[in-house]
């Protein structure tokens, strides 16, 4: 019996694997440059997600510089606002919002940054970033008392939510410096007692007491020793500083803290007071009639038609301005 011929595979059927191995070669091309441009998008991915972190890390390292580098600001803004998804992605537009307030663009910082802190789920940094901005275009000035108020709640919400959560005494002082300059007698007060009960050494807990406790022979050095100890001193230490001035009769010392002042913090009540006083005596220390006193009043009275539209409406002052207005 002869032994069984092998058996043929039918016409077109494909050979086993390994018998027809030229076969496979494309696919095995394929295979490994698939696998080659993965590898190159993955790799490319991790880079693109290192030098986004490092842009941020940047970003930190520059906005905390004072005061900033406008230049190096100016480019920060030019490589975030590269980035593709830098008007959707949370930590860019914040990092965005940091830039614009380093640069002083505080109504830009301030409009990307409301849709991510006016909602739940915002943390207790972006809170604390929030009051801060608040805080300052309150003192920039707003176009009417309505608006001033409004900011000044905002800013005691913002940094209340960032100290129930941080317990850093930077919020709290926030806190208690909205309310203190809205003014709010039940909110002040209570804020300025737990900030000298559970922060007694700061400088943000000794200038509350100090205002309470401030008068016209206070010692200036006081209240210069406490301005150097803050990163970014109230507007009200300034204030006081010029009226200190002013009653030691050195008007010259008075202007100089004053004029800065109206141009940093004119939205302060307390700035515009000093303000109107400091620029009153100097109406009145120059002749009656002459150029110079007319042009004095005219500033004064700038101040007082502030004080009158923006202070509010039981302030003590008001009585008091309106003799000042009489006086030409």
């Given at each position: 019996?002869?032994?069984?011929?092998?058996?043929?595979s039918?016409?077109?059927?494909?050979a086993?694997?390994?018998?027809?191995p030229?076969?496979?070669?494309?696919?095995?091309?394929?295979?490994?440059?698939?696998?080659?441009?993965?590898?190159?998008?993955?790799?490319?991915?991790?880079?693109?997600?290192?030098?986004?972190?490092?842009?941020?890390?940047?970003?930190?390292?520059?906005?905390?510089?004072?005061?900033?580098?406008?230049?190096?600001?100016?480019?920060?803004?030019?490589?975030l606002?590269?980035?593709?998804?830098a008007?959707?992605?949370?930590?860019?537009?914040?990092?965005?919002?940091?830039?614009?307030?380093?640069?002083?663009?505080?109504?830009?910082?301030?409009?990307?940054?409301?849709?991510?802190?006016?909602?739940?789920?915002a943390?207790?940094?972006?809170?604390?970033?929030?009051?801060?901005?608040?805080?300052?275009?309150?003192?920039?000035?707003?176009?009417?008392?309505?608006?001033?108020?409004?900011?000044?709640?905002q800013?005691h919400?913002?940094?209340?939510a960032?100290?129930?959560?941080?317990?850093?005494v930077?919020?709290?002082?926030?806190?208690?410096?909205?309310?203190?300059?809205?003014?709010?007698a039940?909110?002040?007060?209570?804020?300025?007692?737990k900030?000298?009960?559970?922060?007694?050494?700061?400088?943000?807990?000794?200038f509350?007491?100090l205002?309470?406790a401030?008068?016209?022979?206070?010692?200036?050095?006081?209240?210069?020793?406490?301005?150097?100890?803050f990163?970014?001193?109230?507007?009200?230490?300034?204030?006081?500083?010029?009226?200190?001035?002013?009653?030691?009769?050195?008007?010259?010392?008075a202007?100089?803290?004053?004029?800065?002042?109206?141009?940093?913090?004119?939205?302060?009540?307390?700035?515009?007071?000093?303000?109107?006083?400091v620029?009153?005596?100097?109406?009145?220390?120059?002749?009656a009639?002459?150029?110079?006193?007319?042009?004095?009043?005219?500033?004064?009275?700038?101040?007082?038609?502030?004080?009158?539209?923006?202070a509010?409406?039981?302030?003590?002052?008001?009585?008091?301005?309106?003799t000042m207005?009489?006086?030409?």
């Amino acid at each position: 019996m002869s032994p069984a011929a092998p058996r043929k595979s039918p016409a077109g059927a494909p050979a086993a694997a390994g018998l027809r191995p030229a076969l496979w070669a494309p696919v095995a091309l394929a295979v490994l440059a698939l696998g080659a441009y993965g590898y190159t998008l993955w790799q490319r991915a991790g880079q693109a997600a290192a030098q986004r972190e490092q842009l941020l890390r940047d970003v930190e390292a520059a906005t905390a510089v004072v005061p900033p580098d406008s230049d190096e600001l100016a480019r920060l803004t030019q490589r975030l606002q590269k980035l593709p998804d830098a008007g959707v992605a949370r930590d860019l537009l914040l990092a965005t919002a940091r830039v614009d307030f380093a640069r002083g663009r505080v109504d830009r910082a301030a409009a990307v940054l409301a849709p991510l802190v006016e909602v739940p789920g915002a943390s207790a940094a972006e809170q604390r970033f929030a009051a801060q901005v608040w805080r300052r275009k309150h003192e920039l000035g707003a176009p009417d008392r309505p608006a001033a108020v409004a900011l000044l709640r905002q800013q005691h919400a913002f940094a209340s939510a960032a100290y129930g959560e941080g317990n850093d005494v930077g919020d709290l002082f926030l806190a208690w410096l909205a309310v203190f300059r809205l003014p709010d007698a039940e909110l002040a007060p209570p804020l300025a007692q737990k900030l000298a009960a559970d922060h007694g050494a700061s400088p943000e807990a000794r200038f509350p007491a100090l205002v309470a406790a401030a008068s016209l022979d206070m010692p200036a050095t006081e209240l210069e020793t406490l301005r150097g100890q803050f990163t970014v001193p109230p507007a009200e230490i300034d204030a006081m500083l010029a009226l200190l001035a002013l009653q030691r009769g050195d008007l010259s010392a008075a202007l100089g803290f004053v004029e800065p002042l109206l141009t940093r913090s004119p939205g302060v009540v307390e700035v515009r007071r000093a303000a109107a006083l400091v620029l009153h005596a100097c109406a009145l220390g120059s002749p009656a009639g002459s150029p110079d006193r007319a042009a004095w009043l005219q500033r004064r009275d700038l101040q007082l038609d502030w004080l009158f539209a923006q202070a509010p409406p039981d302030d003590a002052g008001r009585a008091t301005w309106a003799t000042m207005r009489e006086q030409r």
